[in-house]
């Protein structure tokens, strides 16, 4: 998470000189008599403002019971009590939290499995339009994989509407919850080896669902943590 959070910054820090150098650009122009609209300036000084005060927007999605709140702890590494978390919003199924004022955690739960839960589908596309909302602004995904049947067939279309309509797969990670019960996390022979044939898994469904491309494949970054990240996490 803290490698995570500094690249943001990074980045966060370059943007800001981007936009200063192009401002100083715009005034300099003006200067020499060019006529630069107000709103182009204005434009400039609110880009500045929002890129300053932006916080690491992370979303949380999979399916319910898939131990989502296990490998948020697992990522920021220190979810207890010492760390300051307001429950900001709650929008049906979606929650958001401030973590330390640096992160924005935006939980969204069940993203599979609701449809058994709500028959109207008009709630089902509501439901849909505010996930869309919060996940398309989120700088990173955490896909919460079951580790018995990580990839169904009957998630083929929100896989293709998550990774094809609102073109998300750069930005996730696909991690596999409580691996610990499908591998001995103690028999570090046993424990590569199952998680090896678990990720090549994924790899096909995913290829046979939503089609990878060879660059696609070769990017994709797929992570295993244990049911109790405190004490037993684990992350390859």
Known sequence: MNET???????????QEILKKLLDFVHTGEEYGIKVEKSLKDKIHNAIKDVSGQKLKVALVGGFSCGKTSIAAAWI??????????????????QIYDIDNEIELVDTPGLFGFKEKITDSGKIERYK???KKYISEAHLILYALNPS?????????DLNWLFRTLNLLSRTIFVISRFDEEADIEDEEDYNKRFKIKKENIQNRLDELISLSE?????????????NPFDLGVEH
């Open 77 to 94: 590494e220190r979810l207890d009590k010492s760390m300051k978390i307001d429950h900001q919003e709650s929008s049906d199924e979606v």
């Open 149 to 157: 049947n990580p990839i169904k067939e009957s998630h083929k279309d």
């Open 215 to 227: 660059e696609e494949k070769e990017s994709l970054i797929i992570v295993a943590v244990a049911a």
């Open 129 to 131: 339009d505010i996930t």
């Open 5 to 15: 959070l500094e690249q943001f910054k990074r980045n966060q820090k370059r943007n």
